[in-house]
């Protein structure tokens, strides 16, 4: 990166800090702002910004965030308080998340049928997890009731890890299609990733574990480095797992599930990096994706990914949340309050990424930039529509008596990078 476009990111996060609380219960949200700033300024506008996704720079901020967002999401579940109530997570995500996954491809199927049945799967899988920080007013709204926010909140934290060794297998054996000869090896390749990843990520979360909680109960360690203990035990969780064949990402991800798990959630100095440091790499991922993907993906649309980006945020993701409340005795007005804020934002982004950088599909342009513009149309409705439907909804859900599975008591756990 240049040095004008050093000035222009500091001037941007810094600019939006100042006017952040102003903004924090308006229609312009973080993503929005970044990914706007990234158009104004990129290449494809003022060309003042330059964020070079080929360079190895960007492709580690990326990889960077994606296992920090991993790993943070895993570990900010309370796994103790979650199992008494997982009424309206579990149908998210064992019942909503597979037919999202299935409706998708279907549909990129029936709108791209040069794809092959596997790439349209890998489509489905990108966009299948969401991304609750997209509509922040939502999720951090008192007037919604915890169990709604509990819902949208926990599905957004885990389903994205939950995907990703379904996304790599299916991508992987998409990849055959162009290597026949090398089917076996491929295979053997992805049972590597989606297995010892998981061994790995459990192993350096009880041994870190351990060595923190002895640690702190010498008062040896010190609040700053406290705070950074849960990035190291995430990098590290990653290394070890590619160092040994595995997926680090998945890595990342169950040495997440296992650390909250272990600590009950105590995790307040993770929480605490998330909030400051980990936000920072949240938004310049987003003003990257602003400034390098969004021009590209503008200059080479067709009407059959707009349709498939409208679909994705609508039918593909409204009908399984339907199906999967059916018996719930959740208000009709509920159920499509939860179809609607299903946003595609980060984890599609990195995903869309992972696979341009790491796997071969022979149309992955389309795929992904049908990606970008599905996920540029989500910051912008659910940025839009946040704030105004949340007050709505709000209001129609203070009638307790009419609301009472909605108002059922559950807890709230921590919300994810206040973007």
């Avoid at 149309?363 to 946040?386: D, R």
Wanted: proline share 5%; with cysteine.
């Amino acid at each position: 990166m240049d040095t004008t476009t050093f000035i222009l990111v500091a001037c941007f996060v810094f600019g939006f800090g100042l006017l952040s609380k102003r903004l924090a219960t308006s229609s312009l949200t973080p993503p929005l702002v970044f990914v706007g700033c990234g158009m104004v300024f990129g290449p494809w506008g003022l060309g003042w910004l330059h964020l070079n996704v080929e360079h190895g720079v960007m492709h580690v901020l990326a990889e960077l965030t994606l296992i920090l967002v991993l790993f943070g999401d895993a570990a900010r579940i309370d796994w103790f308080a979650l199992r008494k109530e997982l009424g309206l997570p579990i149908r998210l995500l064992v019942i909503g998340m597979p037919l999202t996954i299935g409706l998708g491809m279907l549909g990129a199927k029936w709108l791209f049928p040069e794809l092959s049945w596997l790439e349209a799967a890998v489509l489905g899988a990108v966009l299948a997890p969401t991304d609750a920080a997209l509509g922040q007013a939502v999720v951090s709204n008192p007037g919604v009731p915890v169990r709604v926010r509990q819902a949208l909140n926990v599905e957004s934290g885990l389903n994205d890890g939950i995907v990703l060794p379904l996304l790599l297998v299916l991508a992987t054996f998409a990849s055959m299609e162009t290597e026949p000869g090398a089917a076996a090896e491929l295979a053997r390749f992805a049972a590597l990733q989606v297995t010892l990843g998981p061994l790995v990520g459990v192993a350096v979360a009880w041994v870190g574990n351990r060595l923190l909680s002895w640690s702190v109960d010498k008062g040896w360690i010190q609040p700053t480095f406290e705070r950074l203990t849960g990035l190291a035990l995430a990098l590290l969780a990653f290394a070890c797992a590619e160092q040994l064949g595995g997926n680090g990402f998945i890595a990342a991800f169950v040495a997440g599930l296992a650390l909250g798990h272990w600590t009950r959630g105590r995790c307040e100095y993770l929480y605490q990096f998330l909030e400051a440091e980990g936000q920072l790499l949240v938004l310049l991922v987003f003003l990257a994706f602003g400034s390098s993907f969004v021009g590209p993906a503008l200059e080479n649309y067709s009407i059959a990914m707009v349709s498939y980006a409208f679909l994705s945020l609508t039918v593909v993701r409204m009908l399984p949340v339907a199906l999967s409340m059916i018996g719930s005795g959740l208000r009709g007005r509920t159920v499509l309050f939860l179809g609607w804020f299903g946003p595609r934002g980060l984890a599609s982004i990195l995903f869309g990424i992972l696979l341009v950088s790491r796997l071969d599909l022979e149309h992955e342009a389309l795929i992904f930039n049908s990606v970008v513009l599905t996920v540029l149309l989500s910051v912008v409705a659910h940025g839009i529509s946040a704030a105004p439907l949340a007050r709505r909804y709000a209001s129609m859900a203070a009638d307790v008596q009419s609301c009472q599975e909605e108002h059922r008591p559950v807890m709230d756990h921590p919300l994810r990078m206040r973007v």
